[in-house]
């Protein structure tokens, strides 16, 4: 099935959009949790980031349709990080949720082939085991071809980054040519790419990053791109609302996913959360912030009518 | 040491500006390397590409300054295929090699310093051990910033996407903003960033990709680019010679690293080494080809200048 119909078909079947981002970082990571698998070593770093990510997913697996690693953060552990995200995207993907790995990866040709073949393509598919990878657009539209033609192959997806969530995404992404935005080039292309690729759903396989932080844009790009798919990063810690992302969904509460990383993962450590559940029950302040952003999204935005029609 | 003036002296010592660009393919080994490592399990091809670049690293170390791993191709393979890659950055540093990781990462914020702490240094310094990293600008200011200030710290350097070598890099790079090209944007604060990390040699530890198969726009980048090293792709298999990279280099045959990867690591494939070498002394082909480069690169550009004063 078409990628794009399987979002439709578990963000449906969940009732909402939202999206749940697995960014591990040591130090924002439960004390009990960080004693029981060490600290020291890259390997151990990584043991820990796997024990916690793991109990996330336990968590939000029957709650959202979707997670989004970070690849960064396993990164940056070196080959002990990449070996967690690994058996992380495909523990995610036993437990039933769509997993998007958020890379941001880009190159041409040839070697776009190889970053497409080892993510793109769940269970046995590839080495990976992703439903979907973000892309930076940077080289152009014979850099982004090569992920779109193995993502349609493997009934996977792409979000290409349009309009990103940070101040500095401005600098070349509001430059104006030919009279329009940078980022309204991007979205033309990857608008005309979803077309290429669509789905019963009437959206395609190739979806757009568009950040929460651009209320205005969002619902802009949303009228210029009715094909795409929406990843919206940015609500929560970096300041989006329910309200900014409304003018991201369609009619029928399709066409975006709402992402939420740091405010889903560490809610333990924030009120109201931190006072109900402190650190030692983790796991049920992210059950808690998950289901309130669920709330959110449904009071504030056209995804109240998911699952109702 | 700043990462500008160790690649000087890199380029000084050896005394050509030649990068060897790591990009095993499976299709492309020779059949008795594959025979001994098997070629089955990810595991197995994984093994296959380490033999075969600690092959190439063995032949070119005595002869070049650097080595440019391909990330997507160990990447391909999943999580053997990153630890495969990381014994390899260790490998080729271990020989006096300088290692520009290309991975065209970037993100925003925190988590683009995760990519900057996990690659960059070498050594001890970080867990992958890179001196470089090539980064992608779409995502702007605030994205490439933390890159810098990671390198700059552990005397490690980063390239950003200006003009890639590839004919749809022009979809974006080459539309028109405020009067300039949208890579000129791009090249303008690049080169802010070098001149902000300047080392003792004139050049910043912040580079530029600029392709060989631009040749005029290489050179006017080069006047208006200063303080940048480029590194140059493009070369060989997609088209550059060494007249087309003539204008990257400043008067003492600085500021450009041109990579050739195909062009060396298969070169028993291709006339004239196939029937000098013939598959099983592919080293010796891979050590053929390299000094060839050399010799083109010094008769043909100011880097026959290199080593000579």
């Known amino acids: 099935m078409n990628y794009a119909d399987r979002l439709t078909e578990a963000v449906t079947r969940r009732g909402n959009p939202v999206l749940v981002g697995l960014d591990p970082r040591l130090d924002s990571l439960p004390a009990s949790l960080i004693a029981s698998t060490g600290s020291d070593t890259p390997a151990q770093k990584a043991a820990a980031y796997e024990t916690f990510c793991r109990g996330v997913i336990d968590v939000v697996a029957p709650l959202v349709p979707a997670v989004k690693p970070q690849a960064a953060f396993f990164e940056q552990l070196g080959p002990d990080g990449m070996a967690a995200l690994g058996k992380l995207i495909r523990y995610a993907s036993d437990k039933g949720l769509l997993v998007i790995l958020d890379g941001k990866r880009n190159d041409i040709g040839s070697t776009a082939v190889a970053y497409a073949e080892g993510i793109l393509g769940r269970g046995d598919l590839s080495p990976w085991g992703a439903d979907a990878l973000t892309v930076s657009p940077y080289l152009g539209d014979d850099s982004l071809r090569p992920f779109v033609d193995v993502a349609v192959r493997r009934e996977a997806g792409i979000y290409v980054l349009v309009k990103t ?48 932080t651009w209320p205005e844009q969002l619902a802009q790009l949303r009228a210029a791109m009715p094909q795409t798919w929406f990843l919206v990063p940015g609500f929560g810690s970096q300041g989006g609302t329910a309200a900014d992302v409304a003018g991201a969904f369609d009619d029928r509460g399709l066409g975006a996913i709402v992402n939420n990383s740091r405010g889903i993962l560490f809610a333990y450590r924030r009120e ?23 709330e959110r999204l449904a009071a504030d935005t056209p995804a109240g009518r998911l699952g109702k029609s």
């Open 165 to 212: 969530s940070n101040p500095g995404g401005a600098m070349l992404q509001d430059l104006t040519a030919d009279g329009k935005y940078l980022y309204e080039h991007v979205g033309g292309f990857v608008n005309q790419l979803a077309q290429e690729s669509l789905g019963q759903c009437g959206y395609g396989a190739v979806g757009a990053v568009v950040g929460a």
């Open 272 to 294: 109201p959360y931190a006072t109900q559940f402190g650190e030692a029950r983790w796991q049920e302040a992210v059950e808690a912030a998950t289901r309130d952003m669920i």
